[in-house]
């Protein structure tokens, strides 16, 4: 059934989908319409849950591991400030291998304060040991994360669901919602296989002594780069079933491309409409679209990227001191590979600052241009900037 | 840190589905003073058994040191209202 | 007198609790009060560590520890789910360290107190961040030597006095709240099991002499616990449902002296900084009718 719904309905009508069982929440600018939503579907007795009021993001996350462990399915929902005040237990969470789910809605960090749109908020927290996946549009939201619960369970790893504040959080399209007993038949009951019980008292969180500690780390990143393959396999059980497909990254126009661009979340929308524009003239310009973050699907970006002239990274972070993250990432996928495009990263659309038509078109000339010349002085742009500031770079 | 060669499989997240068993590890080897009773002078009282923080004084009557997990750390002979308990040094009789 | 005290060891011995630990006594008491049916949520701190080394646990009931400042916010996850799961003789336990309570674990507990949750609290007091070094923390005592609270020419100990704890959780209005010492098992037990028979959060705080923070022999840490209560400088009550109880007098108040002195970490203070401090413990226990 089509509803028109925004992008934090949609997150929120996942979660009851899935019959979560111990919400914990904290209000924060732009997921609060999640948590208020799943307050209603609880209040109005359509959802059976515990919810729980916390007074923190880290208590959010804390009685999830809690509660998680205990053998219940549970979901959280946070941004930016609350991400990075939960990256504690984002750790730990991976580290005890608890199949969580939460929603972060992507919004910039403080400093300066900023409750718009961009991706630095869990691009900070890539290295948490939890899958990130990413969404374009709000069907994206509601598919993903009804999919991340089953790709949590299977691989004992937590799995957080982005997309874009704002954008997506608060704009309303329309999206086909499964029923109830489709869900149902797609996602098996909950079982974490250690569940706290007097019955078969075991000890969850002990001192990882020098003897031990590599050895459960090296587990984590196994079932990591294993999770790839899982995030398949769930993707081609969903499209059996609802008929839309999902993998770990989508390809746009890319088989004869010379120029490829790269991104994740809302602005591959915008960015397939520019490729069209630019097809439509004869320019062989294509998008790959990252679903899948972490784990960073190195074979399959390769296989999308490798035979184009360039490809030009359109991304809402920075770390500051090199690149964009994704930037960053991909150049390790490239690395050492026998034949690789040049690449440019494109810094742009931070905190909800719009990526219009005329930066995509100045970003892709930039890259013709450092194709001409056959190398790239530079690498890392910032498109939008006011003009002022432009005597500064 | 002991470095125990498992044998068990490692299982995720560290895990551990072995409930007490730092029954493993014997603590006894810690100490320098041991705990002797004389049970001429032992009335059953049961304060050894309820002090002691290692659970190494068995619940019967009369109550006895379980010599692989004592720490020597004497709360045993401090609390004994009769004095039926000594800490000598690790070795003497 | 000990027939009621079950003869079943939850905690398994061959722990690296330091020889003659007190803290290690208020988990074995409590777990001899609350028996098998436990989910057990501790805090980073001494007990966490001495009793999990991997591949080695302690304990025979289900335990988890988390992190340092959230064991409240974990026991009330756990709560929940044993609610969904319908779990009803299964009991919700947190257990923190002073560090993990009065301090960095203050807000998730007082989240906790406010919503109501089903889950009995102890802290367990040995008046410092033993664990990492015998660091200072709101629970230490005014007057005490520790590694951040030194003494020397300009500053002599702590200055601070020690954060009314109890207080503070009767003040969110919860049902039971109950302090207790290891030097007085019987109370502290029954007090446990009160505690855990209650739905609703409920508080214990129980104070457990260390050994190397407080610098005593490891055979007076009972002795010590016991002279804490004799002299004031502790008080046993519960505070139920906002009325307060002393559940145990001492008969003739000792003076705080009997208890400053056997410990080397107040050897230090002056005849002028005992009277201070034995005013101080005056007032409280005049407070609780404590002669």
Same mark, same amino acid.
């Given at each position: 059934?089509?509803?028109?719904?925004?992008?934090?309905? %949609?997150?929120?009508?996942?979660?009851?989908?899935?019959?979560?069982?111990?919400?914990?929440? @904290?209000?924060?600018?732009?997921?609060?319409?999640?948590?208020?939503?799943?307050?209603?579907?609880?209040?109005?007795?359509?959802?059976?849950?515990?919810?729980?009021?916390?007074?923190?993001?880290?208590?959010?996350? %804390?009685?999830?591991?809690?509660?998680?462990?205990?053998?219940?399915?549970?979901?959280?929902?946070?941004?930016?400030?609350?991400?990075?005040?939960?990256?504690?237990?984002?750790?730990?969470?991976?580290?005890?291998?608890?199949?969580?789910?939460?929603?972060?809605?992507?919004?910039?960090?403080?400093?300066?304060?900023?409750?718009?749109?961009?991706?630095?908020?869990?691009?900070?927290?890539?290295?948490?040991?939890?899958?990130?996946?990413?969404?374009?549009?709000?069907?994206?939201?509601?598919?993903?994360?009804?999919?991340?619960?089953?790709?949590?369970?299977?691989?004992?790893?937590?799995?957080?669901?982005?997309?874009?504040?704002?954008?997506?959080?608060?704009?309303?399209?329309?999206?086909?919602?499964?029923?109830? %007993?489709?869900?149902?038949?797609?996602?098996?009951? @909950?079982? +974490?296989?250690?569940?706290?019980?007097?019955?078969?008292?075991?000890?969850?969180?002990?001192?990882?002594?020098?003897? +031990? @500690?590599?050895?459960?780390?090296?587990?984590?990143?196994?079932?990591?780069?294993?999770?790839?393959?899982?995030?398949?396999?769930?993707?081609?059980?969903?499209?059996?079933?609802?008929?839309?497909?999902?993998?770990?990254?989508?390809? +746009?126009?890319?088989?004869?491309?010379?120029?490829?661009?790269?991104?994740?979340?809302?602005?591959?929308? %915008?960015?397939?409409?520019?490729?069209?524009?630019?097809?439509?003239?004869?320019?062989?310009?294509?998008?790959?679209?990252?679903?899948?973050?972490?784990?960073?699907?190195?074979?399959?970006?390769?296989?999308?990227?490798?035979?184009?002239?360039?490809?030009?990274?359109?991304?809402?972070?920075?770390?500051?001191?090199?690149?964009?993250?994704?930037?960053?990432?991909?150049?390790?996928?490239?690395?050492?590979?026998?034949?690789?495009?040049?690449?440019?990263?494109?810094?742009?659309?931070?905190?909800?600052?719009?990526?219009?038509?005329?930066?995509?078109?100045?970003?892709?000339?930039?890259?013709?241009?450092?194709?001409?010349?056959?190398?790239?002085?530079?690498?890392?742009?910032?498109?939008?900037?006011?003009?002022?500031?432009?005597?500064?770079? | 840190?002991?470095?125990?060669?498992?044998?068990?499989?490692?299982?995720?997240?560290?895990?551990?589905?072995?409930?007490?068993?730092?029954?493993?590890?014997?603590?006894?080897?810690?100490?320098?003073?041991?705990?002797?009773?004389?049970?001429?002078?032992?009335?059953?009282?049961?304060?050894?058994?309820?002090?002691?923080?290692?659970?190494?004084?068995?619940?019967?009557?009369?109550?006895?040191?379980?010599?692989?997990?004592?720490?020597?750390?004497?709360?045993?002979?401090?609390?004994?209202?009769?004095?039926?308990?000594?800490?000598?040094?690790?070795?003497?009789? | 007198?000990?027939?009621?005290?079950?003869?079943?060891?939850?905690?398994?011995?061959?722990? *690296?609790?330091?020889?003659?630990?007190?803290?290690?006594?208020?988990?074995?008491?409590?777990?001899?009060?609350?028996?098998?049916?436990?989910?057990?949520?501790?805090?980073?701190?001494?007990?966490?560590?001495?009793?999990?080394?991997?591949?080695?646990?302690?304990?025979?009931?289900?335990?988890?520890?988390?992190?340092?400042?959230?064991?409240?916010?974990?026991?009330?996850?756990?709560? $929940?789910?044993?609610?969904?799961?319908?779990?009803?003789?299964?009991?919700?336990?947190?257990?923190? &360290?002073?560090?993990?309570?009065?301090?960095?674990?203050?807000?998730?507990?007082?989240?906790?107190?406010?919503?109501?949750?089903?889950?009995?609290?102890?802290?367990?007091?040995?008046?410092?961040?033993?664990?990492?070094?015998?660091?200072?923390?709101?629970?230490?005592?005014?007057?005490?030597?520790?590694?951040?609270?030194?003494? &020397?020419?300009?500053?002599?100990?702590?200055? *601070?006095?020690?954060?009314?704890?109890?207080?503070?959780?009767?003040?969110?209005?919860?049902?039971?709240?109950?302090?207790?010492?290891?030097?007085?098992?019987?109370?502290?037990?029954?007090?446990?099991?009160?505690?855990?028979?209650?739905?609703?959060?409920?508080?214990?705080?129980?104070?457990?002499?260390?050994?190397?923070?407080?610098?005593?022999?490891?055979?007076?840490?009972?002795?010590?616990?016991?002279?804490?209560?004799?002299?004031?400088?502790?008080?046993?009550?519960?505070?139920?449902?906002?009325?307060? *109880?002393?559940?145990?007098?001492?008969?003739?108040?000792?003076?705080?002296?009997?208890?400053?002195?056997?410990? $080397?970490?107040? $050897?230090?203070?002056?005849?002028?900084?005992?009277?201070?401090?034995?005013?101080?413990?005056?007032?409280?226990?005049?407070?609780? &009718?404590?002669?």
């Amino acid at each position: 059934m089509k509803k028109f719904m925004t992008g934090n309905d %949609s997150a929120a009508l996942a979660a009851k989908l899935a019959r979560v069982k111990v919400i914990s929440a @904290y209000p924060i600018t732009p997921q609060t319409t999640i948590v208020e939503k799943l307050s209603e579907f609880v209040a109005n007795g359509e959802l059976d849950a515990e919810y729980i009021k916390v007074e923190s993001e880290h208590s959010a996350l %804390s009685a999830c591991v809690g509660a998680a462990a205990t053998g219940v399915r549970t979901f959280t929902a946070t941004s930016s400030q609350g991400l990075m005040l939960m990256s504690e237990i984002l750790f730990v969470a991976s580290g005890l291998r608890l199949p969580i789910v939460m929603t972060n809605v992507n919004r910039s960090l403080s400093a300066p304060l900023s409750i718009w749109c961009d991706q630095q908020d869990s691009v900070a927290v890539r290295d948490s040991g939890w899958i990130q996946l990413y969404c374009e549009n709000n069907q994206e939201i509601l598919d993903s994360t009804i999919q991340a619960f089953r790709i949590a369970e299977e691989t004992l790893l937590p799995v957080m669901v982005c997309f874009d504040g704002y954008i997506l959080s608060h704009t309303a399209e329309p999206v086909d919602v499964p029923e109830q %007993s489709e869900v149902d038949g797609f996602l098996p009951q @909950y079982n +974490y296989p250690y569940a706290l019980d007097p019955e078969h008292p075991g000890s969850i969180g002990a001192v990882g002594v020098p003897d +031990y @500690y590599e050895e459960f780390r090296f587990m984590l990143q196994e079932e990591m780069l294993k999770a790839k393959e899982k995030i398949l396999e769930v993707g081609k059980i969903f499209a059996e079933k609802f008929g839309r497909k999902y993998g770990l990254l989508e390809r +746009y126009r890319t088989e004869d491309a010379e120029i490829i661009l790269l991104t994740m979340g809302s602005l591959a929308g %915008s960015l397939k409409d520019m490729v069209d524009e630019y097809r439509q003239h004869g320019e062989r310009v294509g998008l790959v679209k990252l679903r899948s973050f972490r784990p960073f699907p190195v074979r399959e970006l390769k296989d999308a990227v490798g035979n184009a002239k360039a490809v030009a990274v359109l991304e809402k972070d920075v770390s500051p001191g090199l690149s964009g993250a994704l930037f960053s990432d991909l150049s390790t996928a490239l690395i050492n590979s026998k034949k690789s495009p040049l690449l440019m990263n494109f810094i742009c659309g931070l905190a909800g600052r719009d990526v219009s038509p005329l930066q995509i078109r100045e970003a892709v000339k930039s890259t013709l241009e450092a194709v001409e010349a056959g190398e790239v002085k530079n690498p890392v742009r910032w498109l939008g900037l006011r003009e002022t500031l432009m005597g500064l770079r | 840190m002991s470095s125990h060669t498992s044998t068990k499989k490692l299982l995720p997240g560290a895990v551990i589905m072995d409930p007490g068993s730092t029954e493993q590890n014997e603590t006894g080897s810690w100490r320098s003073m041991r705990p002797v009773t004389d049970y001429e002078k032992c009335t059953s009282c049961m304060s050894c058994w309820l002090y002691c923080p290692d659970s190494a004084i068995s619940c019967e009557k009369p109550p006895k040191v379980d010599y692989r997990y004592c720490k020597g750390c004497g709360i045993c002979a401090n609390v004994c209202p009769v004095k039926a308990i000594t800490m000598v040094p690790e070795g003497q009789k | 007198m000990m027939k009621n005290i079950s003869d079943v060891e939850l905690l398994a011995p061959g722990h *690296r609790a330091c020889a003659g630990c007190g803290c290690i006594l208020a988990i074995r008491y409590a777990l001899k009060a609350l028996g098998k049916n436990v989910i057990v949520s501790m805090s980073t701190g001494c007990m966490e560590v001495v009793t999990t080394p991997y591949p080695e646990t302690a304990w025979r009931v289900p335990w988890i520890h988390v992190a340092f400042e959230n064991v409240a916010a974990v026991a009330s996850g756990v709560s $929940r789910a044993l609610k969904v799961l319908g779990k009803r003789g299964v009991k919700s336990v947190a257990i923190g &360290g002073d560090g993990g309570t009065v301090d960095i674990g203050l807000q998730a507990l007082s989240g906790a107190a406010e919503r109501g949750e089903n889950l009995l609290y102890i802290c367990y007091d040995n008046e410092a961040y033993e664990n990492t070094g015998i660091q200072r923390s709101g629970a230490t005592p005014y007057g005490a030597w520790t590694t951040t609270t030194p003494v &020397g020419r300009v500053k002599r100990g702590e200055d *601070r006095p020690k954060k009314d704890m109890p207080a503070i959780m009767a003040a969110h209005g919860v049902p039971y709240v109950a302090t207790a010492s290891v030097g007085y098992p019987m109370d502290y037990i029954k007090k446990v099991k009160k505690a855990a028979s209650i739905d609703g959060p409920t508080y214990i705080h129980v104070h457990a002499p260390c050994v190397l923070g407080w610098r005593i022999d490891s055979s007076k840490t009972i002795e010590v616990a016991k002279l804490a209560v004799l002299t004031g400088m502790w008080n046993l009550y519960e505070i139920e449902n906002g009325v307060t *109880r002393v559940t145990f007098k001492p008969p003739r108040r000792k003076p705080v002296s009997e208890y400053l002195k056997v410990q $080397r970490r107040f $050897r230090h203070l002056t005849d002028e900084e005992i009277m201070k401090i034995q005013q101080m413990v005056d007032e409280e226990c005049k407070r609780f &009718g404590i002669e």
